[in-house]
């Protein structure tokens, strides 16, 4: 035998070893994924964040009707809505952020949603919140954003069933403005409206009322609403301000009414608000930049009648690829960091919501670029629609299983998952198992710092997840990486609809962009 072809046959063999050794080492890199469960699972999971009369065909059967005199004091109806995460509190600007990111999903993929055969639970779990919403608004002036007090909720371990905490309702009106609030909550009914336009026009019609009375409210009386409601700002402090929720209110108006006066509002204000000046590098519930950006450079891709806007979309457009590229790694400076896995990291709490929302973007805005046949430009080079999609499905791969720890940071999805997410109703044994009353510290004393796992299992929650080296502490107490949130998931279901029917089509076969910066 020649000599060449030994060495040629000597590589091969080492390549081959190399890759089995890998296969040993991380065997969860090989797997394949089940969307269409991790979609169904991530629907399950808003029927756990109820808060209220829980309807008849409740499928998360360890819970029970909760906060039921909720806005009684106050002398309203604000039973309903979701709790946001581990804890009882219903804070209004992420549960409105919650439902814009379900809503958007089931406009770009309900086709998808549908053919899963999860459409009718991704509009219950939508209408959970709209339903809460107009009972909120309860003048074109007025809404109530919080019920309960974190300070108050988190010095008790409890049940939602059993709560004995203050459940005092808090709200912003034109003496006490929150125009983020407002305005968010505006972009969610929005949003929403868009899709029961077709199934229950007339209740489409009626949050479209909703949505335009309050994106006036926080238009003419402008504030940020955690200066109105201090309880709040220890827990979902409006640190971007309020701008950009209101380009994001009027975006989704556009969207939702074709009407000149919201186009004109997000072109006219493009530039004080921000929209074409900030360059982010994150999309969550407090920064709404990157997604008003990303929708007015899907309005210069697919629409004629924009070309008299262009001078204004490109610069939004700019700004929604940097953010893009950012995420690629591909900008010459101001990328996002990566754990050595390949996750995106942008902070130690949550991080797992940044990831869950660039995801969501990467896959929105790929599909786009691929029906209009155009490319992402990055200083580093351009990108394919196809390369795009590979990264986003990456990211959820991680999240599912495909990581240094092999574990699923979905609650519930294959073999080995969070078994104590920090969270009170399902660390504690649930109201049909007992029905006696688990008092405030009884919780902290009996069922908080059990090593056990938790006896009800959060399907479908996203926790938040490893830190910057991929480790992961599997610890009730460690609420900055075992709780979850409303709007971690909410990210994720359009994802896993796409995903899913993608299986075994082209996008499939890219190598997805995860070198590290």
């Known amino acids: 035998m020649k000599k060449g072809k030994v060495q040629k046959n000597i590589r091969s063999l080492t390549l081959c070893l190399a890759l089995l050794s ?24 808003f029927e756990s964040q109820r808060s209220g009369r829980l309807p008849h065909n409740q ?41 814009t990111l379900l809503s958007w999903g089931a406009i770009e993929y309900g086709e998808q949603i549908a053919a899963a055969g999860e459409y009718a639970h991704a509009l219950e779990a939508i209408k959970w919140g709209t339903d809460y919403f107009i009972k909120a608004h309860t003048q074109p002036n007025v809404l109530w954003v919080e019920v309960g007090d974190g300070d108050t ?26 125009s983020d609030v407002a305005g968010e909550t ?17 209740y489409s019609q009626l949050l479209l009322h909703h949505a335009q009375q ?16 201090g309880v709040a700002k220890g827990y979902y402090a409006s640190v971007s301000g309020y701008m950009d929720e209101l380009l994001w209110a009027a975006v989704w108006l556009y969207r939702a009414t074709e009407k000149e006066e919201y186009l004109r509002y997000f072109l006219e204000k493009a530039y004080d ?56 790694n591909l900008n010459n400076v101001s990328n996002v960091e990566r754990t050595p896995g390949g996750l995106l990291y942008v902070r130690q709490w949550n991080n797992m919501q940044y990831v869950a929302t660039a995801s969501f973007l990467l896959t929105v805005y790929s599909d786009h670029l691929l029906a209009t046949d155009q490319t992402l430009r990055c200083q580093k080079g351009e990108v394919g629609p196809h390369e795009m999609f590979a990264f986003a499905k990456s990211q959820v791969n991680y999240i599912l299983g495909s990581n ?61 997840g490893p830190d910057i080296k991929d480790q992961f502490n599997d ?17 994720l279901v359009g994802v896993f609809a796409r995903l899913h029917q993608s299986q075994g089509d082209v996008y499939y076969n890219e190598t997805p962009l995860i070198a590290s910066s």
């Open 475 to 491: 610890e009730r107490r460690n609420y900055i990486q075992t709780e979850a949130c409303t709007y971690n998931t909410a990210a």
């Open 404 to 464: 240094p720890m092999g574990m699923s940071y979905l609650v519930g999805y294959g073999p080995n998952f969070p078994q104590r997410v920090h969270h009170r109703g399902a660390s504690i044994e649930s109201y049909g198992e007992n029905k006696g009353f688990i008092g405030c510290t009884q919780g902290y004393d009996n069922w908080y710092g059990r090593p056990e796992p938790n006896p009800n299992v959060l399907i479908g929650a996203l926790v938040g």
């Open 22 to 45: 890998l296969i040993t080492i991380f065997p969860h890199f090989c797997e394949s994924f089940d969307y269409g469960q991790a979609l169904s699972q991530s629907l399950l999971y």
């Open 59 to 99: 499928r998360v059967t360890w819970r029970h009707h909760s906060a039921l005199t909720d806005g009684l004091e106050q002398g309203v109806d604000l039973v309903g809505g979701y709790y946001d995460a581990g804890d009882n509190v219903k804070f209004g600007l992420p549960m409105a952020f919650t439902i």
């Open 214 to 229: 309050l994106f006036e409210f926080g238009d003419k009386f402008m504030g940020k609403y955690d200066e109105s409601v």
């Open 153 to 178: 909720d988190h010095y008790c371990w409890q049940r939602p069933e059993d709560m004995t905490t203050s459940r005092r309702a808090y709200k912003v009106d034109a003496n006490n403005p929150g």
């Open 186 to 202: 505006a972009a969610a009914l929005a949003a929403a409206s868009i899709l029961f336009r077709r199934t229950n026009p007339h």
């Open 273 to 328: 608000f921000g929209g074409t000046t900030w360059a982010m590098t994150e999309f969550s519930w407090d920064v709404k930049c990157v997604g008003v950006q990303a929708i007015a450079s899907m309005f210069l891709m697919e629409e004629k009648k924009h070309k008299k806007h262009e001078v204004i979309l490109k610069q939004y457009r700019s700004k929604a690829e940097h953010y893009l590229c950012a995420c690629l």
